[in-house]
């Protein structure tokens, strides 16, 4: 058992002050004031905090942005590994919990850490994405077909029975929701984001199965028909949503389907994209998916749309916009969607519970995953990236020697 002696503390929606929070058998325990007790940690000079959760990340082990090169000349194994070292790195950053929206190695990631292999957060995987043939999901359009498929980064599937087949058999392999693509893609060779992929009844077919084996759909959308189709097939959360109009964005709010901006990757192609290998039309795509994220962020915040701090990083950049600078995304909404730094919080904690993702509060009776972190990001949000101490269901990480 041991005591957290917070002065400021933030639960994942809200401030409290002067409370204690007990830790018992990796859980919280107690959080009341004055807990009487002998293993005391004074953390009046931190921000007390649940552990962070990224909802949108690929775990890779890309170390550039040009899918060719990663998924058609490594090998998988190659990337899995080189993923296994991005684990400490999330940690350290504050982040205890990742959804990965779209990788196979995730799986593999959430086993090992599960059994303890390794130590890192705790991962919800999609797996396998599902696609349309000239899709989003498909490495380059430009290469033999076969190849997209041999070499696994999705599955691609059309027509409602082999949409039915590819969404079970990602749910094989262990997927805790499933993630597909609604609308083309910028890092996808021939396709716009703008324009729809899936038909409706596709994507209807799709959550069904998904929702036969209770899990849940994630769509990446960028275009407003792609994303309206998505959300009337049922799905629970749309991944950018950059080109949604008001219309989509009430139907959203009443349909209670969250928003994952994913203003990280954006930021990132438009800033550094030429020098990490991203090709001339990825970095054409960019723009007008960039400027539409502005516009509506402070729309859904308005129509109290659910909204998720997701950095959609999937490769080593070696810039500021990194893995293991995932709270660069909290910043981004603040600065470019005009969150208040409570509402950064609390996309990153509490709003993670809205998608069933049981993170992101500390309350009694959970794991206890919490971040101190130096200074007070609720006042001003750009110093979430402070200092931390990260404690991992109760357990104080040693970070100093990674
Ligand atoms: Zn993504």
């Keep these: 058992m041991s005591i957290i002696h917070c002065g400021m503390f933030f639960d994942g929606t809200k401030i409290l002050e002067n409370v204690d929070l007990e830790i018992r058998n990796g859980r919280v325990a107690k959080l009341e004031k004055n807990i009487v007790g002998s293993d005391r940690l004074d953390a009046r000079d931190y921000f007390v905090m649940p552990g962070m959760v990224d909802s949108h990340i690929h775990l890779s082990g890309s170390t550039t942005g040009n899918l060719v090169a990663e998924y058609l000349t490594k090998d998988a194994r190659t990337r899995l590994l080189r993923a296994s070292t991005w684990m400490i790195k999330l940690l350290k950053a504050g982040f205890t919990t990742v959804r990965d929206c779209g990788e196979e190695n995730s799986i593999y990631l959430r086993e090992a850490i599960k059994s303890g292999t390794i130590v890192g957060p705790n991962i919800l995987a999609a797996g396998k994405p599902l696609s349309q043939s000239f899709g989003h999901g498909e490495v380059a359009h430009s290469i ?33 929701f499933i993630k597909v693509f609604s609308t083309g893609g910028v890092l996808s060779e021939r396709d716009r984001p703008d324009q729809e992929q899936f038909t409706p009844e596709e994507l209807a077919a799709i959550v069904n199965e998904a929702r036969k084996a209770g899990k849940y759909v994630a769509a990446h959308a960028h275009g407003d028909q792609g994303i309206r189709n998505a959300v009337q097939a049922g799905v629970k959360s749309i991944e950018h949503g950059t080109l949604a ?33 991203v090709s001339s039309w990825g970095l054409e795509k960019i723009k007008a998916v960039r400027d ?23 490769f080593e950049t070696g810039t500021d916009i990194d893995i293991g600078t995932n709270w660069n995304e909290l910043i981004l909404l603040a600065e470019i969607g005009g969150l208040t730094p409570l509402q950064a919080l609390m996309s990153s904690t509490g709003n993670a519970r809205k998608i069933g993702i049981q ?18 990001p609720a006042n001003d949000i750009r110093e979430i990236r402070n200092k931390k101490r990260v404690f991992l269901a109760g357990k104080e990480l040693s970070l100093s020697e990674h």
């Design 245 to 277: 109009q008001d219309g989509t964005l009430r139907e959203m709010a009443e349909r209670g389907v969250s928003l994952t901006p994913t203003i990280s990757i954006q930021e990132l192609l438009v800033k550094h994209g030429q020098k990490l290998g």
């Design 359 to 376: 993170a992101g509060t500390i309350e009694e009776g959970k794991q206890a995953d919490i971040v101190l972190v130096e200074g007070n």
């Design 144 to 176: 033999p077909f076969h190849w997209n498929q041999d070499r696994g980064m999705s599955e691609i599937c059309d027509g409602k029975d082999q949409c039915i087949s590819a969404a079970r058999r990602v749910l094989r392999t262990g997927a805790d």
């Design 292 to 314: 539409g994220i502005g516009k509506i962020l402070p729309k859904a915040a308005e129509y109290g749309i659910n909204i998720l701090a997701g950095t959609d990083l999937g």
